[in-house]
């Protein structure tokens, strides 16, 4: 199994603020379950071993001072990336970017607002919610603020969601309790025509307590949703793929399995062959029903599920969560762009149109793929959703350990951390 690890049991706020919550909230997880740690093994148990959180769209839910600027701003040295890109640098924000920072979508400073996703033009993000009035999945108004509700939780006190966008459909897992995520319903939400579709559920043993399944939001593309799922003892995972506009869901890989993505029409994942043995990526098109070939930049990848493509570009850490390494394209290995110093480790990894996001224990940060240069956009921690257009949704780690406390969120567009930096 890969790096990909399963949310800890946490309580209240820290289960619900995902990503920021896992990293500043003190949880009873490892450091390996907050994303850093032995990577690349599979867990006999079914769960995961140390070592990851979000691979491809995330949160999800962070340099040591010494190199001037790199370590302290990013956390680590620049590397020699395969083509374009001369190196990954640390830049100074524009008076724009700033601005950007300092202001915080409406109601996020009331309410926990916690990102699963952003449409293209960067008008409306996809967002599980805890107002006063509302808790649940709903779509938010970025300038205006409003909520326009998809789904009512049930139980807002134990009720969680994550979930991706893919252009017109949402796709999430709502589970149930703050104890165990295991237990969860795969649900799908038309934009087009507000059809919802309950997808998928959590498969039961025979005690009734349901098989340990991957920590990882869906993956969507198209008319395609996919997801891994745990099905059997000794860490049996299925790869499940869903085509939305029909609501048929096939079974489509078994065996020792983490979480999939895609990587433009086909469908990715990492498996290894038996419990404790590194991964490798296996590739599926959906078009044709058949495996197929993974292109050139996915080859090398071992031992991480920590991978952000378009199709094009492709970015991925290392098993120890420790290097970044990007190809602008696919036929291009990919070449480490940037290191963390020691005892710093990789959390988060996500990809928008021109730019890369990434969190590590210190902070998250925003990269231009165009010029390398790259900036901290969180004072520490939190967590950045991207998606397929140049806006990034940023959300600041909570100010306190309170129930849903309110998480300050902001829309940084990735175009102006390209001019922020020259080519480094």
């Not at 969680?160 to 319903?185: E, I």
């Not at 696919?330 to 959390?347: K, T, Y």
Request: net charge positive; proline share 7%.
């Amino acid at each position: 199994m890969s790096t990909t690890d399963r949310r800890p049991a946490c309580s209240g706020w820290q289960a619900t603020a995902v990503v920021a919550a896992l990293l500043i909230a003190g949880c009873t997880a490892s450091p390996g379950q907050a994303g850093a740690g032995q990577a690349g093994a599979a867990d006999p148990a079914g769960g995961s071993r140390p070592g990851g959180a979000a691979a491809g769209h995330s949160r999800a839910g962070h340099a040591q001072a010494g190199q001037a600027g790199a370590a302290r701003a990013g956390g680590g040295r620049s590397g020699q990336p395969a083509a374009g890109v001369t190196a990954f640098c640390a830049a100074r924000p524009l008076a724009g970017l700033r601005a950007s920072l300092a202001r915080a979508v409406p109601g996020s400073l009331r309410s926990e607002i916690i990102p699963l996703g952003i449409t293209e033009d960067g008008a409306t993000a996809y967002v599980s919610a805890w107002t006063r009035r509302f808790a649940g999945v709903a779509a938010l108004s970025l300038r205006a603020g409003r909520l326009h509700p998809i789904l009512r939780f049930g139980d807002p006190a134990a009720d969680q969601a994550d979930g991706a966008w893919g252009g017109r459909w949402l796709v999430w897992t709502q589970t149930y309790s703050l104890a165990s995520l295991d237990d969860f319903t795969v649900l799908g939400w038309d934009s087009v025509t507000g059809h919802l579709m309950r997808l998928g559920h959590s498969i039961s043993g025979q005690g009734g307590t349901p098989w340990p399944s991957p920590w990882h939001a869906p993956a969507v593309s198209g008319h395609y949703a996919a997801w891994a799922q745990g099905y059997g003892p000794g860490g049996l995972v299925q790869i499940r793929l869903a085509d939305l506009s029909t609501g048929r869901v096939r079974v489509i890989a078994s065996g020792h399995l983490q979480a999939p993505f895609f990587d433009g029409r086909l469908l990715v994942w990492p498996a290894s062959d038996r419990p404790g043995a590194l991964t490798s990526l296996h590739a599926y098109s959906p078009a044709t029903g058949r495996p197929a070939a993974l292109p050139v930049v996915l080859r090398q990848v071992r031992g991480t599920d920590f991978v952000a493509t378009d199709g094009t570009r492709t970015a991925y850490l290392s098993p120890g969560l420790n290097a970044l390494s990007y190809s602008p394209a696919p036929n291009l290995a990919a070449s480490v762009v940037l290191r963390l110093p020691h005892g710093d480790s990789f959390s988060d990894l996500g990809m928008a149109q021109g730019a890369l996001a990434w969190t590590t224990t210190r902070a998250t940060y925003l990269a231009s793929t165009s010029t390398g240069g790259y900036l901290q956009v969180t004072p520490a921690y939190g967590f950045a959703v991207a998606g397929a257009g140049p806006d990034v949704l940023v959300s600041d780690a909570p100010a306190s350990k309170v129930d849903h406390p309110a998480l300050a969120l902001h829309v940084l567009n990735a175009a102006g951390v390209g001019r922020a930096a020259a080519r480094c």
